[in-house]
Each structure stands twice: as C-alpha cells, then as structure tokens.
C-alpha cells in the first residue's frame, strides 16, 4: 500500500547503528547512547500510530527520556490512554518494528501489526510526544516525526516536560469529552490542577520548616518553578520551598552525583548538599518521576525516606481519613510493594495499620495494575517511585459523601485534595512532593518523627556480574523472591539464610543491567553482610 511505501524511502533516511546487535523494549522501554536511537525513534513513531489506530484513534504518549541515566544516555517509552505504560502484549512489536535490518524488514514488521490486530490504515492516529532535557532530545523529535508523517499520524509536539506531565496529558487528552476530564489538556492546566489541589489540602494547616528539593539538574528544575506559581504563598502555607541542582543547560551534571538515584544508590546527600542537621531535604531523578526524602541525624548519620516511607506516610494519612470520613460504603485501602521494601514496613503495613500489604515483580507496571485492584492502591518501590490509584467506587463514594460535623467536612475535604493532588497515570515527583508536604503539615512531622514511624531492618543491596542473566529464572507469583533455575542454587540459599535470625535473602536477574541483584536483611548488620556474602560466593 501507499503508506508501506512511505515508510520504505523513509526509513533508510534513520540507518540502524552497527554498534547494537538487538534493540530490546524492556521495563524502561528502550534506552541506549542518544546516538544509537534514530532508527529506534523513527519506529517508535510508526508504532504509537498503529497503537492509535488499534485503540480507535484514542491519543497515544511518546515519552523521550533516560531518566537517571548519564547525559549522552536516551530512551523512548510509549503511553497508553489512559496514562499508563504501554500493554505488555505491545512490547514484543516495539522490539520487532525497530529491529528490521532493511527496509523490507521494517515494512514487514510494520505490516504484520496491521494484520494482527485488524487495523485498518485509513482511521485516524493521535499522537503526542515530549522529551527531557538531554542534548539528543531534539534530534531525536526529528526521527520521531519521520515515522508519524510517513503514516499520516496527526501529532503534536509539547517540546521539554517531565515524564508524569506527559502521562498527565495523555489521559487529560483522552477524557476531554467526560463528564468528568482528568484536567485540562496543557502544561499550564497541569500546574492549575496540583497548585489548586495543595491549596486545598493545606487550607486548615500549616507547615513547620522549609524543604530543599535537589532536581538532578534535570527537567524536574524548571517544572517545579513553574509549579511555585500556582502554590499558596510562603505567608499562607508556612512552606518555603528552595530548589537546587537546577543547572539544566549544562548537560554533563545531569543526575551527576546528585538525583534520586544517587542518593538512594549511594546512600549519600547529593552534591550542592549544605542542610544543617535535621534539614528536611528531597531529590528528584532526571525525568521527575520518582523522589526520596533524607536528612542527616546527629552524627551526621544519613538518614534516608525513601518509597518505603512515603508509601506507609501516605497509607497511614489516607487511612485515618477514611475512618474519620466514616462513608457507608467500606472502602478497601491495599499497599502494594515490591521484594526490595523493607521488611519493617510491610510489618507496619500489616501489623499497626491493619491494612492489605502485596508483593508483586519489580517494575512499575506490574505495581500499578495490582494496586489498581483496591479502592485505594497505594504503590511505591523502595526507589521511590510510586503513587496512589483511586478506583471509580472510591471517588464517587468521596464526592458524594455528605458531612456530619463541621470536623468531618475538613476531613472529607482533605481527602478530596489528595484524590485530585495525585497523578493517578503514573509516580510523579513533583505531585508525591507535594503530597508528602501536605502529609507532613497536618500530622505536624518533622523528619525525625516520620522516621520514627518504625525503625528498618539491617539490609544490603549488592550486585554480581555473571556471564548469563537470563539463566536466573523465579518461581511465577513468589515476587521474584525464589530461583527456578540454575537448577539446585535456591536450595542452597535457603540452607544459608537459615543461619541468621530473621534472615531474608533473594537473587534475581537484573531486567536493567548484565548483573544479577542480591538483596539480604537480618536482625543485625553484622549478620546482613555475612549472608549476603556467602550468598553471592554461591553463584558462579
Ligand atoms: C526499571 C523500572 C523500575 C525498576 C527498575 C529495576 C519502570 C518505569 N522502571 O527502571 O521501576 O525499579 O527497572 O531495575 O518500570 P533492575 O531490574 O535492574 O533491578
Ligand atoms: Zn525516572
């Protein structure tokens, strides 16, 4: 046909690089050196046209991003309409359509999406698109447009956002037409809705001590100023908010020794750090769609609050409202975690705050279609990402909700704020920073008393190269927390984890990195360092 045609002249015009031997859509998306990307781009822009068009012209997301990776890094990951990551099912055509070694190969990949799903190339195909701050993002927009034109997509071009701001706009996009739309469908109405939000839930408190947000010298720097604009004043919330790690036009410092990342990886303050003891601070990644809070103890002794403690801060907030709210309707609250929180919390979850706590394989998408099964679905990793989804029943049963006293309508109003306040399509730093901040004025927190909420469990987190990740297979439905194969290794770790009081151990493949990831906990450190040694002296 006609289009096949266009995409045969196109496509020799975005090469593949020599340098990969295979492209691979992973729990990140794609993402290799912004100069290996071209031809990935240009196939990604073929991709969210026929994902719109399989999804009846609904607006599909292209997001172009490496997050916490190096400044020469890049990467693509498409949204689906309603702000959430990509089908799974979608993943192994991204891995196909850019892995064609000539025209033919392209066409052919291209041609068999049409064919599976029906698609009829005459329909039309929404998309939008944004990237962050790296120096290949422009270029990059380029190869993108070449694979949109090429197949007749209708496209637009919302220049440099946050990864959560364009999830925002995807579903603020696709429910226009509601009753109810999720925002507005522009930067600015994304800023309206979370500054009338934060107004909202700090309308009958105040806070106590200023906050530092580190930005990774990333887009998260000049989005949260912007987001400052639309925020009650200094005077009217008690909240003073300093930004630093904001020099987004040099590219090279870009999550350099600063970031979520780092500060979570490295258990360090980031560089530009000069808080005094018990200074609240917070970091977000290169892409803002994660955050951690941390403060230096006496000592100075690093002390971090990373998504572990946002998610039971949050749960605890959220779960007091609904109790005080006391709705006829029982609404079901869960916590949704990965293997890597920290056993101390899911104990609080379970034990003190007598709620629903799951686990499920790491990865963004897989918390969030699980925690999407709760009324309220609380869902973070360990690294900080995460957010709180609302289903239907639970926000009609809010909205509705007539008060009882004059202390019931605050409480109802405060939940109302967090409903709103949250990015329900995806975790988003700018939005969790502000969640937690209003959090922390109302339960009248300093980092010291969030902190002690419950104390963590000794762990560590260590890493072994292997020559072959894809050998360490888990069980199905154990969270990655038991091997299958190699065949006989899962015994032998159990044989050793028993040696230690309280002692909690697993392995697996890294779906990011050529490693596999050990991570132990224990009643002491002591203990926690032995067992994880011995354990990776078991692997080969
Ligand atoms: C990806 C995931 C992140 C996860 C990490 C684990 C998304 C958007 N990102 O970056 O959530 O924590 O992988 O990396 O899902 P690992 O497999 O190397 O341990
Ligand atoms: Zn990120």
Aim: glycine letters at 8%; proline letters at 4%.
């Amino acid at each position: 046909g006609k289009l096949e045609t266009a995409i045969a002249e196109t496509v020799v015009k975005f090469p593949r690089p020599a340098e990969v031997d295979k492209f691979t859509y992973g729990t990140a998306g794609f993402r290799t050196k912004g100069d290996w990307l071209d031809h990935v781009m240009y196939g990604m822009g073929l991709l969210a046209g026929l994902r719109s068009r399989k999804v009846n012209g609904q607006t599909i997301g292209v997001m172009i991003t490496a997050s916490h990776n190096k400044a020469e890094d890049n990467g693509v990951k498409l949204v689906d309409p309603m702000g959430e990551m990509l089908e799974t099912d979608w993943e192994s055509w991204a891995t196909a359509i850019v892995n064609g070694h000539s025209p033919e190969e392209t066409v052919k990949a291209y041609g068999d999406v049409l064919q599976k799903y029906n698609i009829d190339q005459d329909k039309p195909a929404n998309v939008i698109y944004a990237r962050d701050t790296r120096p290949s993002g422009a270029r990059l927009v380029k190869a993108l447009e070449a694979g949109l034109k090429a197949t007749n997509v209708t496209y637009k071009d919302f220049g440099i956002l946050t990864t959560p701001q364009l999830h925002y706009l995807v579903r603020a996009t696709n429910t226009q037409d509601d009753k109810n739309p999720y925002g507005e469908v522009s930067e600015a109405g994304y800023y309206k809705k979370l500054g009338a939000a934060f107004s909202a839930a700090m309308k009958n408190v105040k806070s106590n001590s200023p906050v530092t947000v580190d930005c990774a010298n990333g887009v998260g720097a000049p989005k949260l100023k912007e987001m400052l604009k639309y925020l009650p004043s200094e005077k009217e919330s008690g909240l003073k908010i300093n930004i630093v790690n904001d020099r987004i036009e040099q590219a090279e410092v870009l999550n350099k020794d600063c970031g979520a990342d780092y500060v979570k990886t490295q258990q360090k303050v980031p560089q530009g750090f000069d808080g005094k003891n018990y200074d609240r601070w917070c970091s977000f990644d290169g892409d803002a769609d994660r955050i951690v809070y941390y403060f230096n103890d006496e000592g100075p002794v690093f002390r971090l609050l990373d998504g572990d403690r946002i998610a039971t801060l949050a749960a605890t907030f959220l779960g007091e409202l609904v109790k005080k709210c006391d709705f006829e309707e029982k609404l079901e609250l869960g916590v949704v975690q990965t293997a890597y929180a920290n056993g101390a919390s899911s104990k609080y979850i379970t034990d003190v705050l007598q709620l629903q706590s799951e686990f499920t394989e790491t990865g963004v998408k897989n918390l969030h279609h699980v925690a999407a099964r709760y009324d309220i679905g609380v869902y973070f990793e360990a690294n900080g990402h995460g957010t709180v989804l609302f289903s239907k029943k639970a926000l009609d049963t809010i909205w509705k909700k007539e008060p009882q006293s004059p202390a019931q309508l605050e409480n109802l109003e405060a939940l109302r704020a967090a409903t709103e306040l949250i990015n329900q399509t995806v975790g988003d730093a700018i939005s969790d920073f502000l969640l937690v901040e209003a959090i922390l004025a109302h339960e009248q927190f300093t980092v010291r008393e969030w902190l002690g909420m419950y104390t963590d469990k000794p762990n560590k987190l260590a890493k072994q190269v292997v020559p072959q990740r894809d050998e360490y297979k888990t069980v199905p439905k154990t969270a990655e927390q038991k091997l299958q194969s190699p065949e006989g290794l899962q015994d032998k770790i159990d044989t050793e984890v028993a040696k230690y009081r309280e002692g909690r151990c697993f392995v697996r493949a890294s779906g990011t990195e050529d490693a596999v990831r050990i991570y132990g906990e224990a009643l002491s450190s002591y203990d926690v360092d032995h067992m994880v040694r011995a354990v990776a002296d078991l692997i080969e």
